[in-house]
């Protein structure tokens, strides 16, 4: 029996049998992780190449950044809604059909016709696509998780990371060998897009309803949704991811441009060292659930955040490029926890997990609206590189967030 042929996951995930055809969705969801890690990394290790070809500074380059970010934030709010109404696997399609297309359409503006309005309505379908996409394979995450009856969602968070290490690993080598950013954005999109149809062939089945019972199961999904927005702990849930995935945005932004101007390195030594931060945020979400597993998601997110800030402010200030690129690793090693760790508390309690990913998710985006602008015109008054102090700035004060991850009375931080 295939995967696609399974029942639905019971909330107890204690079934007999269950194993068996949960094992291919959880390898195609890592494929699709890895896809969608690959697509965006390819992205970001070429907009050095991108504000060449555009001739943008650095407040124009955040502006441009911004489409991106705006089509994100717009998509995250429905992006659940799509997933339960079309199924994960067609979700997932449905992104990353648009990030296919967006990073195609985004790399030939810039690379061939020089155009900054194609190149902008690109990377606004791009982030249409991967905000959609992201919804869409962390609920299909955690549904493997609950039938595997363990701790996996980090693990595919590290799969994303692989996937933007291969990333940045070939941008950096197309980057040096000259390969034109139109090309090389289309023919990854192009695999991207092939990939992702065969991973999404193992996706655990949706469960079917009736008509009425499908209208009364969306009404009580609007319901909870609104009843999130009124958690004090689901919001501060958010504002702790918010500052998480600035600290990670801003590195994939602005990491490889801030070293070409800061320390005089070249594209394809800039492209490198987005590729070492990359492999910081692997290695940390390959290690960290063991970590959390041993010692709990506070003492390990308390010190992992410590670990990011020091590592940003040594990336700025440390005057030397081997030990800028040092703290570089060390900043993706504590970055590489906080989305993950708070989604998985978000969904503590299971029934109500949905609406309060949804809600956890849309906070933390509003990091990828804000951010390049915002790095953007303060890089233009004092440096690319010198812009990045504010992570470590806002990575202090986010520590007495942490204690809000703390499971809720009467649950545990893995599945039942």
Do not use: K
């Not at 985006?365 to 303060?378: N, Q, S």
Request: aromatic residues 6%.
């Amino acid at each position: 029996m295939s995967s696609t042929d399974a029942p639905p996951a019971e909330p107890d995930g204690g079934r007999v049998g269950a194993q068996r055809p949960v094992l291919p969705a959880r390898n195609g969801v890592a494929a699709v992780f890895a896809l969608n890690g690959l697509a965006i990394a390819t992205w970001f290790a070429r907009v050095p190449a991108a504000r060449e070809a555009l001739d943008l500074s650095a407040g124009g380059l955040g502006l441009l950044l911004l489409s991106m970010s705006v089509g994100s934030l717009l998509a995250m709010p429905t992006a659940g809604l799509v997933a339960q109404r079309l199924g994960t696997a067609r979700a997932v399609l449905l992104g990353t059909a648009l990030v296919s297309g967006g990073l195609a359409v985004a790399g030939t503006s810039a690379g061939v016709a020089g155009f900054l309005p194609g190149a902008a309505v690109g990377l606004f379908a791009f982030g249409y696509g991967a905000g959609t996409c992201d919804v869409a394979m962390n609920i299909e995450g955690t549904t493997v998780e609950r039938r595997l009856g363990r701790t996996i969602l980090p693990r595919f968070h590290a799969a994303w990371s692989l996937g933007s290490v291969a990333g940045a690993g070939i941008g950096a080598g197309a980057a040096r060998v000259g390969v034109p950013i139109a090309a090389h954005l289309s023919v990854l999109a192009a695999l991207v897009m092939v990939g992702t149809l065969l991973g999404v062939r193992t996706f655990l089945a949706a469960g079917t309803a009736s008509a009425g019972g499908e209208r009364a199961a969306a009404a009580a999904r609007r319901a909870s949704l609104l009843a999130a927005w009124r958690e004090p702990r689901t919001l501060l849930i958010g504002l702790l991811v918010l500052v998480m995935a600035f600290t990670e945005g801003s590195a994939n932004d602005w990491l490889a441009v801030a070293f070409v101007d800061g320390y005089g390195l070249s594209e394809a030594a800039g492209a490198a060292v987005f590729g070492v931060f990359v492999v910081g945020m692997t290695i940390g979400r390959t290690a960290g659930t063991v970590a959390i597993d041993r010692w709990g998601r506070v003492p390990v997110l308390l010190g992992t955040i410590l670990l990011a800030a020091a590592g940003a402010g040594l990336a700025v200030l440390a005057g030397d490029g081997p030990v800028a690129i040092l703290g570089v690793a060390l900043w993706g090693l504590g970055a590489s926890l906080g989305f993950p760790v708070g989604l998985s508390a978000a969904a503590d309690e299971e029934d109500r997990a949905p609406a309060r990913v949804s809600v956890v998710g849309v906070i933390g985006y509003t990091a990828f609206l804000g951010g390049p602008p915002l790095l953007g015109l303060l890089g233009d008054q004092v440096g690319t590189l010198r812009a990045l102090l504010l992570v470590p700035l806002l990575l202090v004060p986010a520590l007495a967030l942490v204690p809000v991850l703390r499971p809720p009375a009467g649950t545990r931080s893995r599945p039942a």
